[in-house]
């Protein structure tokens, strides 16, 4: 692939991954395709096989910044609590930092592609599974190093932990209203130090 249908491609899935995330696979026309990107159908799909082609990618390139910043949020500090308090503040400011994306991809794409797209559906479900094991890794490492300890195993703590981020970010999106976000995570930052902490 040339330098130019790089850059066309990349400009392609940066300019269409927030309309896909907000308006859905079956939401989202060839129309709203074209007008934002000022490129014809024609243009559109020479770079792509097809709308689900062009939809996972531009699932992928949301998710792909949500995870670099998971990452970079489980690398600060050293030790297992620290790196689980920054996540947590992570997701205090996530209705800001998805903003851009057209809101949380993972919620978004989820619960849109259930009923009418496997392959996005099964891509949101991977990821998930990745972010859980990021933190289930956290959680082990910690307990090896005599830093944490935990009351169930580390992927189950894990996965609750992330549901009710979850939920919350799914209460937040519903209501319109942060309070569901934040008060949560500040319960979760209690949770984290009852049930963890030596």
């Known amino acids: 692939m040339s330098k130019k249908a790089e850059r066309t491609t990349a400009y392609i899935i940066e300019t269409v991954a927030p309309i896909f995330n907000k308006h ?19 243009a559109i799909y020479g770079n792509f096989e097809n709308k689900e082609a062009l939809a996972l990618s531009a699932f992928e390139h949301n998710r792909n910044m949500l995870l670099q910043a998971i990452d970079d949020k489980l690398s600060t500090g050293t030790e297992a609590l620290a790196r689980l308090y920054s996540l947590l503040n992570f997701y205090k400011q996530y209705d800001v930092f998805t903003l851009p994306m057209g809101g949380c991809p993972l919620l978004n794409v989820g619960v849109d592609a259930q009923g009418n797209n496997k392959l996005l559906a099964a891509a949101v479900k991977e990821t998930i599974k990745d972010i859980e094991g990021k933190i289930a890794l956290i959680l082990e490492n910690g307990a090896k ?3 944490i300890k935990l009351p169930v195993p580390p992927l189950q703590f894990a996965k609750q932990l992330f549901t009710m981020v979850q939920g919350a970010v799914a209460m937040s999106t519903m209501t319109q209203d942060r309070k569901y976000l934040v008060n949560t995570i500040t319960y979760l930052e209690f949770l984290v130090k009852q049930e963890l902490k030596k």
Do not use: P, R, V
Request: proline fraction near 0%; aromatic fraction near 4%.
């Open 24 to 42: 859905g696979y079956i939401g989202t026309s060839m129309s709203d395709l074209t007008e934002a990107t000022g490129l014809t159908k024609g």
């Open 145 to 147: 190093q005599n830093e």
